[in-house]
């Protein structure tokens, strides 16, 4: 192996162990989404409510041309309606539907290294321990990485099929 080879090899090494994590803020709790699973940052808007649905469903939305289940995150959390301000919402896909979590805001894509995650403290609050693939300690803050199926998951069993 020449050394460029080598060289190219430990640089591809080296990105592999990083990923870029979109960040959202929900009840003043820092979460990160990995950027793989994001595919829209948007304003709901029109969203029309499905009677009978999980109290975490918002409704449904059109969102350029694909209906889109909202999920309302501060329900999901259990935590208090936002006062004011205009929510966000993040796109992702999970099971080839399309969601949008309804958050308070949407932060910036911060590339954090593999290595540095840990598991979910102890001391985590359960709400997001249940929905938490992880923690990755930064300065004064912790983020506490999304798991979309752990979140989604246990929203949306599959139908039991009669026996």
Do not use: C
């Amino acid at each position: 192996m020449s050394v460029l080879e080598h060289k190219l090899s430990d640089d591809q090494g080296a990105a592999s162990d990083m990923i870029q994590y979109v960040t959202v803020v929900i009840g003043g709790q820092l979460f990160g989404l990995p950027i793989s699973q994001v595919h829209d940052v948007f304003v709901p808007e029109s969203v029309t409510r499905v009677p009978m649905s999980a109290p975490e469903v918002a409704g449904v939305l059109n969102l350029r041309g694909r209906i889109v289940t909202a999920i309302n995150m501060r329900r999901r959390l259990h935590l208090p309606p936002l006062k004011d301000g205009q929510m966000m919402a993040v796109g992702i896909e999970y099971k080839h539907e399309s969601y949008g979590l309804v958050i308070d805001t949407v932060g910036e894509v911060l590339t954090l290294s593999q290595a540095s995650a840990e598991a979910n403290p102890s001391n985590l609050d359960r709400r997001w321990a249940e929905i938490s693939g992880g923690v990755h300690r930064l300065d004064g803050q912790l983020m506490v990485i999304l798991d979309v199926d752990r979140l989604l998951g246990s929203m949306f069993t599959e139908p039991q099929v009669a026996a």
